[in-house]
T-cell receptor
Framework: DGGITQSPKYLFRKEGQNVTLSCEQN?????MYWYRQDPGQGLRLIYY???????QKGDIAEGYSVSREKKESFPLTVTSAQKNPTAFYLC?????????????FGQGTRLTVV | QQPVQSPQAVILREGEDAVINCSSS?????VHWYRQKHGEAPVFLMI?????EQKGHEKISASFNEKKQQSSLYLTASQLSYSGTYFC?????????????FGTGTQLKVEL
């Protein structure tokens, strides 16, 4: 079945450590996105990529980094520079970025800093 | 920069109607609506394009006022399964390409 897979589902990190969240899709979608979800703040865009080897900062990119070396994969690294990394992270993809283009989401990764 | 939704939360009895509003300060290329159950992935409900075209499903309708950059989602005869958090969003044209941005969310709870 086609879809988006995020792993792991739960992740614990010590302060000062970098951690990478995985996002893989087999939908053959060109565009991929990372969002952070905090209570009462909705979905905030971290990074997005429209094509391989290209990505753009979203609204809250500080303390995060991404890569897009393959069409199917868009990993997110939460660096030690992110001051408040505990959150629910969602990855999404879409076939394009216009018209009747709906986004498909992964099941999310809940990151907790301990 | 996020679209702002109202109300933030609403509680309904089964069978009642509800309206969720979304307002964007930036021009949206199209308006999307999604619903998220607790701890799950958001699920697509509807897309509205400029000019009034809609694509969606379920017993849910929506409107999009392009001039005001406001959209409303109409839930009629609510069912228990309608409970969840609703997000509006859409593509915003930027110099770096179209980014998909989402709103602040509306928590909806339907009770017996």
């Amino acid at each position: 079945d086609g879809g988006i897979t995020q792993s792991p589902k739960y992740l614990f990190r010590k302060e000062g450590q970098n951690v990478t969240l995985s996002c893989e899709q087999n939908l053959n979608h060109d565009a991929m996105y990372w969002y952070r979800q905090d209570p009462g703040q909705g979905l905030r865009l971290i990074y997005y990529s429209q094509i391989v080897n290209d990505f753009q900062k979203g609204d809250i990119a500080e303390g995060y980094s991404v890569s897009r070396e393959k069409k199917e994969s868009f990993p997110l690294t939460v660096t030690s520079a992110q001051k408040n990394p505990t959150a629910f992270y969602l990855c999404a993809s879409s076939i394009g970025t216009g018209g009747y283009t709906e986004a498909f989401f992964g099941q999310g990764t809940r990151l907790t800093v301990v | 920069q996020q679209p702002v939704q109202s109300p933030q939360a609403v509680i309904l009895r089964e069978g009642e109607d509800a309206v969720i509003n979304c307002s964007s300060s930036k021009a949206l290329y199209s308006v999307h609506w999604y619903r998220q159950k607790h701890g799950e992935a958001p699920v697509f409900l509807m897309i509205l394009l400029k000019g009034g075209e809609q694509k969606g499903h379920e017993k849910i309708s929506a409107s999009f006022n392009e001039k005001k950059q406001q959209s409303s989602l109409y839930l009629t005869a609510s069912q228990l399964s309608y409970s969840g958090t609703y997000f509006c969003g859409g593509f915003i044209l930027t110099g770096g390409g179209n980014k998909l941005t989402f709103g602040t969310g509306t928590q909806l709870k339907v009770e017996l």
